[in-house]
């Protein structure tokens, strides 16, 4: 965990310093630390800060409408995992899914990165009362639909609603992610030429004080697999890629964090600092596949990526 952070945390924090702070170390050969011991590390140096200039604030619809034209994260991953698949994705032949999980998802990022003036006037929240019965008409009803449909904008429901505030309010009280959250940039947009590709992202958040830079929210069903969730939805490449533009367009390579929360019970946050060395390998893969689609787009061969013979030899 970066020193700087750790600083700025338990100068702002009261801690009962009989409890340690996190633990160093694996098993036997952990180390706990306590605030008393950063206490004494700390300097009255002001951390210092990035210019946040590069970034490009635009509605989220008109970042998408330029996904024809420039290379995403989330596209380079779906090119990484299948070529084929990308391809008819592009082509329009695929469309995108999206579900309820989707919806609470995105409620969500907006109430915590963007405020609650934005998520009220993105979200609406309810729905018509059945006269006879003095109770909301279900989701799945056609009262239901229809009152939705007037509302211009997407509809969440009161339990929905309410995942959504929990999941905020275990954000806010988490002290490693309302310190990454103090100050930054929400949803911020870079777009620059890199690995030979126009490209693109929009990042939940960057904070311009050194040892936060970029911060990514996601939401889980539960945290105890979120390690493994983060390699299997290539969450890694994915702030990689992110890292690397704004390293073209800034000149600045900065740290990355993720930030986890989950959609249920008990509405457990998490943060994890992503070392380095893994994101320069997942940076380097990302690079790979970058040559690979080009090559599909000079010599028209979308492959799947399970043409040769496969062997299974070990339980």
């Known amino acids: 965990m970066c ?22 170390g694996p098993g036997s050969h952990h180390r706990d630390l306590y605030p008393e011991d950063i206490r004494m590390q700390s300097t009255t140096t002001t951390p210092t800060s990035i ?8 509605p989220a619809d008109v970042y998408h409408a330029k996904a ?10 779906e090119f990484r995992r299948c070529p084929l698949l990308y391809r008819k994705k592009e082509m329009g032949l695929v469309p995108e899914r999206d579900t309820a999980a989707y919806l609470v998802g995105r409620a969500a990022h907006t109430l915590i990165l963007e405020g609650r003036q934005r998520y009220e006037r993105e979200y609406a929240v309810g729905g018509p009362i059945n006269p006879k019965t003095g109770q909301p008409y279900g989701s799945q009803t056609k009262a239901f639909a229809e009152w939705a449909e007037r509302q211009g904008r997407p509809v969440l429901s009161d339990t929905q609603a309410a995942t959504v505030e929990q999941m905020a309010a275990a954000v806010r009280e988490h002290l490693f992610a309302r310190e990454l959250f103090a100050d930054g940039v929400a949803e911020g947009v870079v777009r620059c030429e890199y690995a030979g590709h126009r ?13 936060r830079g970029i911060v990514d929210l996601k939401t889980a069903d539960e945290l105890d697999s979120f390690e493994m969730a983060i390699r299997a939805f290539n969450y890694l490449h994915q702030i990689a890629f992110y890292r690397a533009l704004v390293a073209e367009a800034s000149g600045h390579v900065l740290p990355v964090h993720i930030v986890a ?39 028209g061969n979308w492959f799947t990526r399970f043409e040769s013979l496969r062997l299974i030899d070990r339980l």
């Open 3 to 24: 020193r700087g952070l750790l600083r700025r945390l338990i100068g702002g924090a009261r801690l009962d310093s009989a409890m340690s702070l996190l633990r160093l």
């Open 199 to 211: 490209c693109q992202a929009r990042i939940d958040w960057i904070n311009p004080v050194e040892g």
């Open 261 to 299: 929360v989950e959609k249920r019970e008990p509405f457990r946050c998490g943060v994890w600092q992503v070392a380095p060395k893994v994101l320069d390998e997942a940076q380097r893969e990302c690079e790979e596949a970058m040559q690979d689609l080009r090559r599909c787009r000079e010599t």
């Open 51 to 58: 210019d946040l200039g590069f970034l490009i604030r635009e």
């Open 68 to 77: 024809k034209d420039f290379l995403a994260a989330h596209a380079l991953n």
